[in-house]
Each structure stands twice: as structure tokens, then as C-alpha cells.
């Protein structure tokens, strides 16, 4: 992950996507905004990055190096909370849920 950060690099910023509000009939480009809301939304990222970042976080990661280790994998994907144990709760980032067919 290689153009993954919280801040914007100053050498990335003219790669920026431009976001547009939709106004009076117009869609009206925006300025760039950053949430002050570190770890939960803080994140600028490409595609390409993102599609690394899920294929380690599914565990299809195979034939290259690992972004995360097994134990930040384990949490990651374990419940830490939920309203009653028989029912669907939270990972890190992951909802947990149950299906049936």
C-alpha cells in the first residue's frame, strides 16, 4: 500500500478526486474535506491499494507479502461486540453476520 495515508501528501494532491454537490439543478465541485475522526475515517487511499488491503483482510492474499499479520488478522475478524451473543455483532471494521440458505 503504497499511496495509503491519514494526511494528504503534498506530492499527491493534485491526484485528489473531486467531489460535486448536487444544487439547483447543478452539480457543484466541492473542496476537499478531512474528517477529524482518526481511526474511523481519516483514510486516503487509491483502488489499487484498497484491493490489496481486501484481499489481505478476506484472507485471499497467496502469492505476495503480507500487509497485515496474523494477529491484527485474528482481531480483525473476531467479534468484540454485539448486543447478545446469539446474535450478529461487530469486528474491527467487519460486521459479523450469519446466514442461512
Known amino acids: 500500500m503504497d499511496r495509503t495515508s491519514i494526511t494528504v501528501p503534498e506530492s499527491q494532491a493534485s491526484d485528489l478526486a473531486v467531489g460535486y454537490e448536487y444544487r439547483e439543478g447543478v452539480n457543484r465541485p ?18 489499487l491499494d484498497m484491493s490489496k488491503f481486501h484481499a489481505d483482510a478476506s484472507r485471499k492474499s497467496r502469492n505476495r507479502k503480507r500487509i497485515l499479520s496474523e494477529r ?30
Do not use: C
Not at 482518526?38 to 483514510?43: F, K, L, M, R
Open 30 to 47: 466541492q473542496p476537499y474535506e478531512w474528517y477529524h475522526t482518526t481511526p474511523a475515517s481519516s483514510i486516503n487511499s487509491t483502488a
Open 72 to 101: 491484527a488478522m485474528r482481531e480483525m475478524h473476531s467479534r468484540h461486540a454485539g448486543g447478545h451473543l446469539q446474535l450478529p455483532g461487530v469486528a474491527y471494521g467487519f460486521l459479523k453476520t450469519t446466514t442461512r440458505d
